[in-house]
């Protein structure tokens, strides 16, 4: 079964992070005018269409049906969706190398972070397989003219295909692309580091913090998205609810943080920002759109309309649970 095609919308609902929280989508459809249209879709007002950031799965109670639910909207034409790091590890989950090893051990760690799809599906279910392959279906990133979307950054060339591995649309020709990415060093791996995981910060030697779950860490996500400031260890760290004072307030090497931005307005999920950030969460040319919906938090959209050159403020919109 194909996507169904339908002509260029005149405008997107960018939709952030919904991780498993189907009564607050189905809120934020309401708030956005969409009409329920069966048990799993929604229709959009005239003319328009959503785009989904990916981690559809996950911390929520309602996996399967805020997965099944983007599924069929993709698949009417009503909307569009990116692979977000949890859909990425539900299909390495369930995915072997030639030697039959496991392309993502079936440790304690790596089953916490995709419980919540697990026990939502039925592990081993007919549903479970269905929706690992559609997951793997899914592009890592949508170029749609005047705007692009990934789940964590965009892709520093739009037109990178990890050598066949990625189709024109940015989809994965097959499970090499899985098994490649695992690989440290391929084209593959930095790709998916990239656009579904983002770009990193190495703490300086000796410097750690703490996240939010109480893990210590030496490495932090990076705000790639700021604009203007100095950029010092601690602004840019994106480690939201963690305790940042360790970090040092002393400038970032250039060497370290020099990476080819977007020229065009991006919008992307992934950093659990707190709610009370929405602020500092956009700048001219970014989005972030994941305020923790799966666990309290607001689910956010933006609404991009026809005719539009940059990001206007007020087309945040943000409902709760």
Same mark, same amino acid.
């Given at each position: 079964m194909?996507?169904?095609k339908t002509k260029?919308?005149?405008?997107?609902?960018?939709?952030? @992070?919904?991780?498993?929280?189907? &009564?607050?989508?189905?809120?934020?459809?309401?708030?956005?005018g969409?009409?329920? &249209?069966?048990?799993f =879709?929604? /229709?959009?007002?005239?003319?328009?269409?959503?785009?989904?950031?990916?981690?559809?799965? @996950?911390?929520g109670?309602? =996996?399967a049906?805020?997965?099944?639910t983007?599924?069929?909207?993709?698949? @009417?034409?009503?909307?569009?969706?990116? *692979?977000?790091?949890? #859909?990425?590890?539900v %299909?390495?989950?369930?995915?072997?190398r030639?030697?039959?090893?496991?392309?993502?051990?079936?440790?304690? /760690?790596?089953?916490?972070?995709? #419980?919540?799809?697990?026990t939502?599906?039925g592990?081993?279910s007919?549903?479970?397989?269905?929706?690992s392959e559609?997951?793997?279906s899914l592009?890592?990133?949508? @170029?749609?003219?005047?705007?692009?979307?990934?789940?964590?950054c965009?892709?520093? =060339?739009?037109?990178e295909?990890?050598?066949g591995?990625? &189709?024109? !649309?940015?989809?994965?020709a097959?499970?090499? +692309?899985?098994i490649?990415?695992?690989?440290e060093?391929?084209a593959a791996?930095?790709?998916?580091?990239?656009v579904?995981? $983002?770009?990193?910060?190495?703490?300086?030697?000796?410097?750690? +913090?703490? &996240?939010?779950?109480g893990v210590e860490r030496? *490495?932090?996500? *990076?705000?790639?998205?700021?604009?203007? $400031?100095?950029?010092t260890?601690?602004?840019?760290?994106?480690a939201?609810?963690a305790?940042?004072?360790r970090?040092p307030?002393t400038?970032?090497?250039?060497?370290?943080t020099?990476m080819?931005?977007? !020229?065009?307005?991006a919008f992307?999920?992934?950093?659990g920002?707190?709610?009370e950030?929405?602020?500092?969460?956009?700048?001219?040319?970014? %989005?972030?759109?994941?305020?923790?919906? $799966?666990? $309290?938090?607001p689910?956010?959209a933006?609404?991009?309309?026809?005719?539009?050159d940059?990001i206007?403020a007020?087309?945040i919109?943000? %409902?709760?649970?």
């Open positions: 194909t996507e169904t260029h919308p005149r405008g997107y609902d960018i939709i952030g @992070d919904v991780h498993g929280r189907l &009564d607050t989508l189905q809120r934020l459809f309401r708030t956005l969409y009409r329920r &249209d069966g048990a =879709s929604w /229709k959009p007002p005239e003319g328009r269409r959503a785009v989904f950031l990916g981690d559809l799965v @996950d911390r109670p309602f =996996s049906e805020a997965a099944l983007a599924r069929k909207m993709c698949r @009417d034409g009503r909307a569009l969706c990116v *692979m977000g790091n949890h #859909e990425y590890n %299909v390495c989950w369930g995915l072997r030639a030697d039959g090893s496991r392309l993502r051990a079936h440790g304690e /760690k790596n089953r916490k972070q995709i #419980e919540g799809f697990l939502s599906v592990e081993g007919s549903l479970h397989h269905k929706l559609w997951f793997a592009p890592l990133w949508l @170029d749609l003219g005047p705007f692009c979307c990934a789940h964590a965009p892709p520093a =060339s739009p037109a295909r990890c050598g591995l990625l &189709d024109a !649309d940015a989809r994965p097959g499970p090499e +692309f899985f490649e990415s695992r690989r060093g391929t791996c930095a790709i998916v580091n990239r579904l995981k $983002g770009p990193s910060l190495q703490l300086p030697r000796g410097v750690t +913090f703490r &996240d939010r779950y030496s *490495m932090s996500r *990076m705000r790639w998205w700021q604009e203007g $400031g100095e950029r260890w601690r602004s840019l760290a994106a939201g609810g305790d940042l004072s970090l307030e400038p970032v090497p250039e060497e370290l020099a080819t931005l977007p !020229d065009k307005p992307f999920g992934h950093y920002l707190p709610p950030a929405h602020a500092s969460a956009f700048t001219r040319r970014a %989005v972030c759109l994941d305020f923790r919906a $799966g666990t $309290g938090g689910l956010t933006y609404r991009w309309n026809e005719g539009d940059g206007i007020d087309r919109i943000s %409902v709760f649970p």
